[in-house]
């Protein structure tokens, strides 16, 4: 193989170990459904080896389809997660020896398969990185899942970098054009394409996510009872959900605890908070006076270099992650806490932009200038509009292969189960622009 191929052999296997990590538990577990938000977790391994046969195998290969049958039984946009308990699902041992034997015709392909032609799907190993980056983000809601479930025994006591003293509590990024989005990432979905220019006023951002001791202070100033930090939509679901604080927080004996993967723990204060959804983001940025970050000014924040006059691959320049830049890959189970990654630091000084929580935005899910569906519509383009957030940098689950500055997620507002964080933004003022 060429160096490409076995790296991305390499890959396919490291993202398979993981999956089989995670489903590494009683049947029983893997059949039931945690939550009418998840989907039962057996289905999420034989959906990641149905993707690879149908994109990997039939549409690149050209091999006779193995499971032509169970199709529609995975395809994610047939049946809500909330019915899929009741389809005819592949057994946990059946969904083993499916994604095993579609793995193996997978390794065939890639194998023969010429990487350097002009065919979009083929070249530079575009079909491989979507797959790769598919069975990672499932991945990444399977572990969503499991926390759901509150069953024990995920937990990774990785170690993490301590923190350091915070300083500036904001860094300031001035007024002027950059480059969003990318026509050069060779993995990239459609909706970060194309690159595009945008100009933005000076504006300020927090240099760290806002840590949980922050955000206790919102909650024990009464945040949640007040109506006038929430949007009405916002305080329409506070009200209906009876929130009070963060998903898994409780309050006991004056300390705030947690359930993390069925551990039961005090909240570390340092640490970024996560289980928060938009509206709670949106309320805590107002109550503090601040707002939450467009997209376009979190990308600007994490990836611009004003001084090259480009964009860099992750906020320290392009060369891979390393433990030093940043918490990801699910090397521990939480968050590290503020200030744990100063070599990850923007060419602008933010920190802990890439890893550690996903961060919302202000932005809706819409479309690039000059956008084109690529490979097929139903991965980006029926989720524009407003309805979904954008979020932005991947978590501490979130593995390096699928995440990038130029990298685009989104949820709808109301959802908690995702290892979602945030931090804020303000317009700077005339006299600091």
């Given at each position: 193989?060429?160096?490409?191929?076995?790296?991305?052999?390499?890959?396919?296997?490291?993202g398979?170990?993981?999956?089989?990590?995670?489903?590494?538990?009683?049947?029983?577990?893997?059949?039931r459904?945690?939550?009418?938000?998840?989907?039962?977790?057996?289905?999420?391994?034989?959906?990641?080896?149905?993707?690879?046969?149908?994109?990997?195998?039939?549409?690149?290969?050209?091999?006779?389809?193995?499971?032509?049958?169970?199709?529609?039984?995975?395809?994610?946009?047939?049946h809500?997660?909330?019915?899929?308990?009741?389809?005819?699902?592949?057994?946990?041992?059946?969904?083993?020896?499916?994604?095993a034997?579609?793995?193996?015709?997978?390794?065939?392909?890639?194998?023969?398969?010429?990487?350097?032609?002009?065919?979009?799907?083929?070249?530079?190993?575009?079909?491989?990185?979507?797959?790769?980056?598919?069975?990672?983000?499932?991945?990444?809601?399977?572990?969503?899942?499991?926390?759901?479930?509150?069953?024990?025994?995920?937990?990774?006591?990785?170690?993490?970098?301590?923190?350091?003293?915070?300083?500036?509590?904001?860094?300031?990024v001035?007024?002027?054009?950059?480059l969003?989005g990318?026509?050069?990432?060779?993995?990239a979905?459609?909706?970060?394409?194309?690159?595009?220019?945008?100009?933005?006023?000076?504006?300020?951002?927090?240099?760290?996510?806002?840590?949980?001791?922050?955000?206790?202070?919102?909650?024990?100033?009464?945040?949640?009872?007040?109506?006038?930090?929430?949007?009405?939509?916002?305080?329409?679901?506070?009200?209906?959900?009876?929130?009070?604080?963060?998903?898994?927080?409780?309050?006991?004996?004056?300390?705030w605890?947690?359930?993390?993967?069925?551990?039961?723990?005090?909240?570390?204060?340092?640490?970024?908070?996560?289980?928060?959804?938009?509206?709670?983001?949106?309320?805590?940025?107002?109550w503090?006076?601040?707002?939450?970050?467009?997209?376009?000014?979190?990308?600007?924040?994490?990836?611009?270099?004003?001084?090259?006059?480009?964009?860099?691959?992750?906020?320290?320049g392009?060369?891979?992650?390393?433990?030093?830049?940043?918490?990801?890959?699910?090397?521990?189970?939480?968050?590290?806490?503020?200030?744990?990654?100063?070599?990850?630091?923007?060419?602008?000084?933010?920190?802990?932009?890439?890893?550690d929580?996903?961060?919302?935005?202000?932005?809706?899910?819409?479309?690039?200038?000059?956008?084109?569906?690529f490979?097929?519509?139903?991965?980006?383009?029926?989720f524009f509009?407003?309805?979904?957030?954008?979020l932005?940098?991947?978590?501490?689950?979130?593995?390096?292969?699928?995440?990038?500055?130029?990298?685009?997620?989104?949820?709808?507002?109301?959802?908690?189960?995702?290892?979602?964080?945030?931090?804020?933004?303000?317009?700077?003022a005339?006299?600091?622009?």
């Amino acid at each position: 193989m060429t160096g490409l191929k076995e790296r991305i052999a390499a890959e396919l296997e490291q993202g398979r170990t993981r999956s089989l990590a995670y489903t590494d538990t009683d049947d029983e577990v893997l059949v039931r459904q945690h939550s009418a938000l998840m989907s039962p977790l057996v289905w999420d391994l034989a959906h990641v080896g149905n993707y690879e046969e149908l994109w990997v195998l039939r549409e690149v290969g050209g091999v006779t389809p193995l499971r032509p049958e169970i199709d529609t039984i995975y395809d994610a946009f047939a049946h809500p997660r909330g019915d899929r308990p009741r389809l005819p699902l592949l057994t946990p041992d059946e969904a083993r020896r499916y994604i095993a034997g579609v793995r193996g015709r997978v390794l065939d392909v890639l194998d023969g398969v010429d990487l350097r032609g002009p065919d979009p799907l083929r070249s530079d190993g575009f079909v491989f990185g979507l797959v790769l980056q598919h069975e990672h983000q499932h991945d990444e809601t399977m572990l969503a899942t499991l926390q759901l479930s509150g069953e024990p025994g995920l937990v990774r006591d990785g170690e993490l970098p301590a923190g350091r003293p915070a300083g500036p509590a904001e860094v300031r990024v001035p007024a002027g054009p950059f480059l969003a989005g990318t026509g050069t990432e060779p993995w990239a979905y459609d909706n970060e394409r194309p690159a595009h220019r945008v100009d933005l006023p000076a504006f300020w951002i927090d240099r760290f996510p806002v840590t949980c001791g922050g955000y206790a202070e919102f909650v024990e100033d009464r945040g949640y009872a007040d109506p006038r930090w929430w949007s009405e939509d916002g305080w329409s679901w506070r009200t209906a959900r009876g929130a009070l604080a963060p998903l898994f927080w409780t309050r006991e004996g004056g300390t705030w605890w947690r359930i993390r993967f069925g551990r039961r723990e005090p909240v570390p204060m340092d640490e970024p908070v996560q289980h928060v959804c938009w509206y709670e983001a949106d309320a805590y940025a107002r109550w503090a006076g601040r707002r939450l970050p467009t997209e376009a000014e979190w990308e600007k924040a994490c990836g611009w270099d004003p001084a090259a006059g480009r964009a860099r691959r992750y906020p320290w320049g392009d060369q891979d992650p390393a433990a030093r830049h940043a918490n990801l890959g699910h090397q521990a189970s939480r968050p590290a806490p503020a200030g744990a990654f100063p070599g990850g630091a923007s060419a602008y000084g933010a920190e802990q932009m890439v890893g550690d929580v996903w961060e919302w935005t202000d932005s809706w899910f819409l479309p690039y200038p000059g956008f084109r569906s690529f490979p097929y519509r139903e991965y980006s383009e029926v989720f524009f509009g407003r309805t979904y957030r954008v979020l932005r940098g991947g978590s501490w689950a979130t593995h390096p292969t699928a995440v990038r500055t130029t990298f685009r997620n989104w949820d709808r507002p109301e959802r908690r189960q995702i290892f979602a964080g945030f931090r804020c933004a303000r317009t700077a003022a005339p006299e600091e622009s």
